[in-house]
């Protein structure tokens, strides 16, 4: 009889103050069990009601070997498919079998990927800052630190918070955050020259518009920041008007990537096959794990489309480890977010750090040095969890408020 599912169990914890979801896989082979995860931040309480309620009935007394049938298993199973939810919920299945297969083999899970070929992952960092200065300054903070690539912003997302200042919003508009994409599209190109007159163009840069302009705005934007030499433009139109990258693409040459949001094979595959991005940014436990990944970033490979995977802090080091393994395997690989796990903020002999109580909860998450990010080589995923530290830091179920993004007129932007 071969290796089986006793049981899919999940744990949420919060280290950081972010809501993790982590799933965890027993079998009946004692000491073997996978852990992936399944982090919707915003929905933590749902994904954790599917796992329970719904996958882990359908899951238990099946083999553990056979992930390509039990992803589509839980695939088909609730009929609709695609939701970010139920992804979620696979996801965090998903993964805890392929950490489970490397177990069983004795390998790191890139190795079942066909093994490395890179040594390492160059990561992209964000910086900002209230003006040009401090913004450089911050850059050339990770420049010492060995990075290479950075995104830089002038305030948030979409640009500094407006306010409701009188003449702006109507009245009795709703509270949120206020942009102005006039004058954040102003600011941006201002920043950029800035910035290269100052640092010069060796560093890679890059610049996240986190869909918070108009289609129309988004090529304005990419077209005046052409001379800046940007590495890309993260997320320029919403995932609801990608049919306007065809217009970008004919008007500028700045490189795009575009998808953390992604969800489904269809927002992706025309994309890719008609080359009208340059990275795919998917947010791997939005798509359904390490299976949909993979089988994305093959296709991907076909047109020369490169990967460059969402790496946030909303989600668990267990789904950082997932990125590095694929990553070390890519072909296509173009570059990884990384959000911050690294000294100087951190000294990994020290787990009084900042990231002290994230590492005490997830021993194992692939290390930063110097420009680079490496797995670890313990069979699977190489991050474990402790649950006794994880169930010191509970999650919260509040009211998401930093999506409730808002134009001048005070109208909802998304966010
Ligand atoms: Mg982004």
Redesign the pocket.
């Known amino acids: 009889m071969g290796v089986r599912i006793e049981k899919v169990r999940v744990i949420c914890t919060a280290p950081e103050g972010i809501n993790l979801v982590v799933i965890k896989i027993e079998t009946n082979q004692p000491g073997l069990y996978g852990l992936g995860c399944g982090t919707f931040a915003y929905r933590h309480l749902a994904v954790k009601l599917v796992v329970e309620e719904y996958l882990d009935p359908l899951l238990r007394g099946r083999e553990v070997e056979n992930i390509e049938e039990l992803w589509q298993l839980m695939h088909q199973n609730a009929y609709w498919r695609n939701g970010p939810i139920e992804n979620n919920a696979i996801s965090g299945v998903d993964m805890a079998l392929w950490d489970i297969k490397g177990k069983m083999a004795n390998m790191p899970v890139y190795q079942l990927f066909g093994g490395k070929c890179r040594e390492g992952i160059p990561v992209y960092r964000h910086a900002d800052g209230r003006d040009l200065d401090e913004l450089c300054d911050n850059i050339q903070r990770f420049q010492e630190m060995g990075i290479t690539t950075i995104r830089c912003q002038c305030g948030g997302y979409g640009g500094e918070d407006y306010g409701r200042t009188p003449g702006t919003a109507p009245e009795g508009a709703q509270p949120g955050v206020y942009l102005d994409s006039r004058s954040y599209i102003r600011n941006t190109v201002k920043l950029f020259d800035g910035i290269r007159s100052k640092i010069g163009y060796e560093m890679n840069l890059v610049h996240?518009v986190?869909e918070r302009i108009a289609p129309a705005e988004a090529i304005k934007l990419a077209r005046e920041l052409e001379p800046y030499d940007l590495f890309f433009l993260?997320?320029p139109v919403p995932i609801e008007q990608t049919s306007w990258l065809r217009q970008l693409r004919q008007q500028t040459s700045i490189p795009i990537a575009e998808g953390?949001l992604f969800n489904n094979p269809s927002e992706w595959k025309s994309l890719i096959a008609e080359q009208l991005i340059d990275f795919i940014?998917v947010h791997i436990s939005q798509a359904g794990g390490i299976t949909a990944a993979r089988k994305l970033q093959i296709f991907a490979e076909q047109f020369g489309v490169r990967t460059a995977w969402?790496g946030p802090g909303d989600m668990s080091p267990i789904a950082h480890a997932a990125n590095i393994h694929l990553d070390l395997a890519s072909a296509n690989f173009g570059v990884q977010e990384w959000s911050g796990i690294e000294p100087p903020n951190f000294v990994i002999q020290d787990l009084k750090g900042p990231h002290g109580a994230l590492l005490e909860v997830f021993p194992g998450l692939p290390e930063y040095r110097n420009g680079y990010v490496y797995a670890n080589d313990n069979p699977g995923l190489g991050v474990d969890i402790n649950e006794k530290e994880a169930a010191k830091y509970p999650c919260e179920n509040v009211v998401t408020t930093w999506t409730q993004t808002r134009k001048r007129d005070g109208s909802l932007q998304t966010p």
């Open positions: 996240d986190h993260e997320d953390e940014r969402h």
